[in-house]
C-alpha cells in the first residue's frame, strides 16, 4: 500500500468512528507519516473533497488545523447532478454505507437498481441512474 494510501486510510479511519469529523495539525500528520505536509495536501485535494462527499476546512498558522467534514445527504442532489454513471452512484452509496446513513441490504439493493445490467439498452441510462438515486435518496 502506498503512503498516499496509508494516509487516505488513516483520516478514513478518524471519520469512521461515527465522527462528524476529522481534525488534526497537517504538520503532525505529516510527522506521523514521515512525510511533508504537501503529501497531506495532496491526499486532501485529491481524495476528500467535495466532488467526493466531503468538506475541508483550513487554518493556517501555529495553531492551524484541518478538519474533514462528511457532507452526508445536503449536497448530493448537486453532486449527483443531470447524469451519473455506475461508477459514480456506486462510490456514492458506498460512503453512504461507510457513514452508517444506509444498510448494507439497501445498499446492495440500489446497487442492484442502478447497476449497468439493470439499464442496459436504456436510452440515456446515465440520466436515469441519476434520477433513481435522487429519488431514492429523498426518502431517505
Not at 487554518?59 to 492551524?64: A, F, L, M, Q, S
Not at 441490504?105 to 441512474?129: F, G, M, T, Y
Given at each position: 500500500?502506498?503512503?498516499?494510501?496509508?494516509?487516505?486510510?488513516?483520516?478514513?479511519?478518524?471519520?469512521?468512528?461515527?465522527?462528524?469529523?476529522?481534525?488534526?495539525?497537517?504538520?503532525?500528520?505529516?510527522?506521523?507519516?514521515?512525510?511533508?505536509?504537501?503529501?497531506?495536501?495532496?491526499?486532501?485535494?485529491?481524495?476528500?473533497?467535495?466532488?467526493?462527499?466531503?468538506?475541508?476546512?483550513s487554518?493556517?498558522?501555529?495553531?492551524?488545523y484541518?478538519?474533514?467534514?462528511?457532507?452526508?445527504?445536503?449536497?448530493?442532489?448537486?453532486?449527483?447532478?443531470?447524469e451519473?454513471?455506475?461508477?459514480?452512484?456506486?462510490?456514492?452509496?458506498?460512503?453512504?454505507?461507510?457513514?452508517?446513513?444506509?444498510?448494507?441490504?439497501?445498499?446492495?439493493?440500489?446497487?442492484?437498481?442502478?447497476?449497468?445490467?439493470?439499464?442496459?439498452?436504456?436510452?440515456?441510462?446515465?440520466?436515469?441512474?441519476?434520477?433513481?438515486?435522487?429519488?431514492?435518496?429523498?426518502?431517505?
Open positions: 500500500m502506498g503512503l498516499s494510501d496509508r494516509i487516505e486510510a488513516f483520516i478514513s479511519e478518524l471519520l469512521r468512528d461515527d465522527n462528524d469529523f476529522a481534525e488534526f495539525g497537517r504538520n503532525e500528520l505529516a510527522n506521523i507519516f514521515g512525510c511533508v505536509p504537501s503529501q497531506i495536501n495532496y491526499v486532501i485535494s485529491t481524495r476528500f473533497n467535495e466532488k467526493n462527499g466531503y468538506l475541508v476546512e487554518r493556517r498558522g501555529g495553531g492551524g484541518i478538519r474533514i467534514t462528511r457532507a452526508g445527504f445536503s449536497g448530493l442532489d448537486e453532486e449527483i447532478g443531470k451519473c454513471d455506475f461508477k459514480r452512484a456506486e462510490k456514492l452509496i458506498n460512503q453512504l454505507l461507510d457513514i452508517h446513513k444506509i444498510s448494507p441490504h439497501l445498499a446492495r439493493v440500489i446497487l442492484a437498481a442502478v447497476n449497468e445490467e439493470s439499464l442496459e439498452n436504456v436510452p440515456k441510462a446515465d440520466e436515469l441512474r441519476a434520477r433513481i438515486l435522487k429519488n431514492t435518496i429523498s426518502v431517505l
